[in-house]
């Protein structure tokens, strides 16, 4: 398995504990992830570390749900490239440079994450790990709106997060 090139960007946000992200941590875990849904590369990811009031914000701003949540995923690039309402691009009107495989942001809520690994009884770490494999998963198409995609999406997240962990115990 071939991880992609990736280019990768952690911001904080907010203020939360030492220890339970750390930038080399979740590049490699975003590559990892990455490669096992066989994306090519190359990849640009940021990843905003937040709190309540800025993901509800960005909830509310980006999707009209005016709530607090765990991860908010935005994909950047265009998903039909070299199209243009649907139809190919005249010759010459292509990107000049390498098409990125998948650019995107994710902003997770490291105090909802706190939250939810309590309940699990699992730690915060491990918490935010699955909330940014579940965001990449949302930045490649998987959706959670419905019980069907949402029981395979949860599946695909909780084995990409038990092999990680297999080979990063």
Same mark, same amino acid.
């Given at each position: 398995?071939? &991880?992609? &090139?990736?280019? /990768?960007?952690?911001?904080?946000?907010?203020? /939360?504990?030492?220890?339970?992200?750390?930038? #080399?941590? /979740?590049?490699?875990?975003?590559? /990892?992830?990455?490669?096992?849904?066989?994306?090519?590369?190359?990849?640009?990811?940021?990843?905003?570390?937040?709190?309540?009031?800025?993901?509800?914000?960005?909830?509310?701003?980006? =999707?009209?749900?005016?709530?607090?949540?765990?991860?908010?995923?935005?994909?950047?690039?265009?998903?039909?490239?070299?199209?243009?309402?649907?139809?190919?691009?005249?010759?010459?009107?292509?990107?000049?440079?390498?098409?990125?495989?998948?650019?995107?942001?994710?902003?997770?809520?490291?105090?909802?994450?706190? +939250?939810?690994?309590?309940?699990?009884?699992?730690?915060?770490? =491990?918490?935010?790990?699955?909330?940014?494999?579940?965001?990449? +998963?949302?930045?490649?198409?998987?959706?959670?709106?419905?019980?069907?995609?949402?029981? =395979?999406?949860?599946?695909?997240?909780n084995a990409l997060l038990?092999?990680?962990?297999? #080979?990063?115990?």
């Open positions: 398995m071939n &991880e992609p &090139e990736i280019q /990768f960007t952690l911001l904080k946000s907010t203020v /939360f504990p030492t220890g339970i992200v750390s930038t #080399k941590d /979740f590049e490699a875990l975003a590559a /990892f992830a990455l490669g096992h849904e066989r994306v090519k590369g190359p990849v640009e990811l940021s990843v905003d570390i937040t709190g309540h009031k800025r993901i509800r914000e960005l909830n509310r701003r980006f =999707r009209g749900v005016d709530r607090t949540t765990d991860v908010i995923s935005f994909r950047n690039d265009d998903p039909h490239p070299g199209r243009r309402g649907g139809r190919p691009l005249p010759s010459g009107e292509g990107p000049r440079q390498p098409r990125v495989r998948v650019q995107g942001d994710l902003a997770i809520n490291v105090h909802q994450a706190a +939250l939810q690994a309590k309940k699990m009884r699992h730690s915060t770490c =491990r918490e935010m790990r699955l909330l940014l494999i579940h965001g990449i +998963l949302h930045l490649l198409g998987y959706t959670d709106y419905e019980p069907r995609p949402r029981r =395979r999406m949860f599946k695909r997240q038990r092999a990680w962990e297999r #080979k990063h115990p």
